[in-house]
Structures are given as C-alpha cells and as structure tokens.
C-alpha cells in the first residue's frame, strides 16, 4: 500500500512537470487510474489519498468494484471495448463510456438511455496508430462518427480518446496524439450540436508527457502506480463481440 502511495506522488510530480513544460495549468489534466486487475482494497487505498476518478476495461470487474467501492464518492468511466450485451451492465455503474467507436453501438446504447430515462457522457475512441489489434473509429470516419452520435438526445459527446501507439519511438507516439488534437480542433470548428469536445483522453504510463505536450486532459495510469499485471494489454483491448 504505500507504494501506491509514493507511486501516486510520482505521477502527480510528473504530470505537474509536464504540464509546466507544456505551459499548461496542471488543473487542466486529471488522472484517471486504470484499476484492470487490481483488487478493490488497493483501489480504495488510492481513493483514500485523494483520487477520485477510475476507468474499468471489463465489465464484470467493473460490477465488482464498484459494488465494492459504492460508498466512495467516485467517478467511474467505461475505458474497455464496449459490446451490445453489456450496455445494460454498464449503464449501471459508469458514469461516462470513453470507448465508442461505431453508430451500431451509439444506437443500441441510445435505445437503452430511452428506456431507462437517462442520459449519459461518452468521448469517442479513435484508433490513431490505425493497428488492426486497437478499436476505435479510423480517424477519417471519426468526424461522420461524431455527428451522428450527436443526434442521439440521451448520449453527451464530450471528447475523444486514443490508446496510442505502444512504442518505444516516441515521434511516433507523438503523432497518434497530435492526430487526436487535430481531430478535436477540426470537430470544435463544425459547431456540431450537442458536441462538447473539451476532453481528451489520451496517454497511459510510459507516454503520459507526450500526451500532456499534446493536449491530453486525461491521463489514464495503471502499472506505473498498482504495478506490472499479470495478463498483457492485448487482454483487455481486444475483446471480440
């Protein structure tokens, strides 16, 4: 436990550090924590020492935790593939979805607010290094992505989110998110109704700095703070429906 302690400081120190680089305020980017695999007591310990937002990639760790985590006052975002038979699931106990990334699903997730009477925040996932191993609309869709989203009353466009290119090449990480950038501008432009685009849900443990140069507004961190999981990234990124 206090190593997830000294490792949130870290985080913190280089977040502050990078947004100093970058001439940005450091309120401006928040830390989301990746919590995939870790049990609900090391997720609490980090609550405790003032966090207050987590991501889930699954949806049945997802149900777990926050059943376990309810009397903490958290903001809980959807980070994983979303599929059709989950919506309902999902809906439950996430608060936003950063992970759509075709109309099919927009639709099928509309369908289900209607009849629960809510409505919901959502980014839409784009897939910047354009590898077959990643979801996410290909960024030349995801402006037509955007709008017809848009015309779904109960669903809240509010950014966009990439998982960059994993790389030691960071010229080339750079351009996965200065290609997310540049996709928000050009959506800011439109005016589309309905459509915030104020976020950007970008950079994990080892690309966090580019991202945070880049325009991240938030950072989604894991293993640099619970440490190395035992299953690889491609587990909870490429999921079939």
Request: hydrophobic share 35%; proline share 1%.
């Amino acid at each position: 436990m206090e190593n997830i302690s000294h490792n949130l400081k870290i985080i913190h120190n280089r977040i502050e550090q990078s947004c100093k680089n970058a001439n940005r305020n450091t309120e401006s980017v928040r830390l989301l924590l990746a919590t995939k695999t870790v049990d609900s007591n090391r997720i609490n310990y980090a609550l405790k020492e003032g966090e207050n937002l987590i991501g889930e990639n699954k949806v049945q760790e997802l149900k777990q935790k926050c059943t376990a985590l309810k009397e903490q006052n958290t903001e809980v975002h959807f980070i994983g593939h979303l599929q059709s038979n989950k919506i309902k699931e999902v809906l439950k106990w996430a608060t936003c979805i950063e992970s759509i990334d075709r109309l099919s699903i927009a639709e099928k997730l509309q369908k289900r607010l209607e009849f629960e009477q809510k409505k919901i925040d959502v980014y839409i996932q784009v897939n910047t290094s354009f590898e077959d191993s990643k979801f996410g609309v290909l960024p030349e869709h995801a402006i037509d992505l955007v709008n017809e989203v848009s015309k779904f009353n109960n669903i809240r466009i509010k950014g966009l989110m990439t998982i960059g290119l994993l790389s030691s090449q960071s010229t080339e990480i750079r351009k996965c998110f200065q290609l997310l950038k540049k996709i928000q501008e050009e959506i800011i432009n439109l005016k589309m109704p309905n459509v915030k685009m104020t976020e950007l849900s970008m950079g994990m443990s080892g690309d966090l700095e580019i991202a945070i140069e880049e325009g991240a507004t938030i950072v989604r961190v894991g293993t640099a703070i619970f440490g190395d999981r035992i299953y690889p990234d491609s587990f909870y990124w490429n999921e079939t429906e």
